[in-house]
């Protein structure tokens, strides 16, 4: 009989972490196409004024690496939210593992809408163009779970991890003899961080001392 019923616990716990985490992504990858979008108007605005190799090279930069996590931030409201998410198994999604995570994969699906839809190409070095967009979008999302648990005291880190993200993305458009050292650098470190993350969450259960709190707290 318990073992039953640890069983009917496990398989709602799972339905509820799947009836969750569905839609979180379904928004993820909505705003990830509607920042993708404004990114390209904005780009296309300042081309008019700066020209297409100013724009390309200065403008680009500040305004897809503030764009690329804006998912993440539209998510964190609706995380903020979910009163059942520690319930659910999903507290992770609280943590600042998760925001490397999630805006990683923000950035990384950014980076294949560019190369598919803006250079119709994935060869050569555009093939690793996406990874150096998903570690720009992590760093760029750590420094938003330090902003909405520190407020103003996470200013700080925002700007310095926002102005790297910057930094690493102009190096990429202007220093072309560097660019594949650059992208395949980016492509290791930021995989390697993001795989560190979450594999292990998969498949973690909550401690039944976290459980019992979740469970008071629902």
């Known amino acids: 009989m318990l073992r039953r019923q640890k069983t009917e616990s496990k398989t709602a716990g799972s339905e509820r972490r799947r009836g969750l985490l569905l839609p979180c992504a379904a928004l993820l990858l909505i705003f990830v196409l509607l920042s993708y979008i404004l990114a390209g108007t904005i780009n296309s605005l300042f081309e008019g004024i700066l020209g297409e ?74 093939a690793i163009a996406p990874f150096s967009h998903a570690l720009g979008a992590g ?50 470190i930021g995989l390697a961080a993001f795989l560190f993350f979450i594999l292990p969450e998969f498949g973690r259960r909550p401690s039944r001392a976290k459980r019992h709190r979740s469970d008071r707290q629902a």
Do not use: C
């Open 53 to 126: 190799k100013a724009q390309a090279e200065l403008e680009a930069p500040f305004v897809e690496e503030f764009l690329k996590p804006l998912g993440l931030v539209v998510l964190t409201i609706v995380i903020t939210r979910a009163k059942r998410i520690g319930r659910a198994g999903i507290g992770w999604l609280r943590s600042i593992k998760a925001y490397y995570a999630i805006g990683y994969a923000s950035g990384l699906v950014f980076g294949l809408l560019e190369n598919w839809l803006s250079y119709e190409k994935f060869s050569g070095l555009r």
């Open 139 to 188: 760093m760029v999302g750590v420094g938003i779970y330090y902003v909405l648990t520190r407020g103003k005291g996470g200013m700080g880190r925002f700007a310095f991890l926002y102005s790297v993200a910057v930094l690493l993305h102009f190096a990429w458009n202007n220093i072309s003899d560097a660019r594949a050292v650059l992208g395949v650098s980016e492509t290791i």
